[in-house]
C-alpha cells in the first residue's frame, strides 16, 4: 500500500503562484514510480495537469503548458507541482497520484486526498 499526502494548497489571486507538494510514504520504490497530477472542479469530471517518470520525463495538459512544472525529489520521495500565472479557471481540488505508466488517463494506482486550489479573480 502507498499513502500520498498533498500539501500547498490555498487562495491566490490571478496571475499569483502557489507549489503543490506530494509525500509518498509506505511501500513503493518511489524513485521508479510515475507520479502524476489531476484536478477536478466542481461539477466537472477529474482532468490530468501533469506527470513526470523515473527519468524525469514530463508531460503537460495544453492548459497549463508553458505556466506549470511538475518534478520530484526521489531522496524525499516527494512530488512537485509549481503553478505560475493562475487563472480562475485553475480553480479545482488538486489530487497527486502514483502509477507505473506515464499517462493521461485515469489509470494510476494510487491517489491522494487532494488540495484545494482557489484562484480569485
Known amino acids: 500500500q502507498v499513502e500520498l499526502v498533498e500539501s500547498g494548497g490555498g487562495l491566490v489571486q490571478a496571475g499569483g503562484s502557489l507549489r503543490l507538494s506530494c509525500a509518498a510514504s509506505g511501500r513503493t520504490s518511489f524513485s521508479r514510480t510515475v507520479m502524476g497530477w489531476f484536478r477536478q472542479a466542481p461539477g466537472k469530471e477529474r482532468e490530468f495537469v501533469a506527470a513526470v517518470d523515473w527519468s524525469r520525463i514530463t508531460t503537460y495538459a495544453d492548459s497549463v503548458k508553458g505556466r506549470f512544472t511538475i518534478s520530484r525529489d526521489n531522496a524525499k520521495n516527494t512530488a512537485y507541482l509549481q503553478m505560475s500565472s493562475l487563472k480562475p479557471e485553475d480553480t479545482a481540488v488538486y489530487y497527486c497520484?502514483?502509477?507505473?505508466?506515464?499517462?493521461?488517463?485515469?489509470?494510476?494506482?494510487?491517489w491522494g486526498q487532494g488540495t484545494q486550489v482557489t484562484v480569485s479573480s
Open positions: 497520484a502514483a502509477g507505473t505508466k506515464l499517462t493521461m488517463d485515469l489509470g494510476y494506482d494510487y
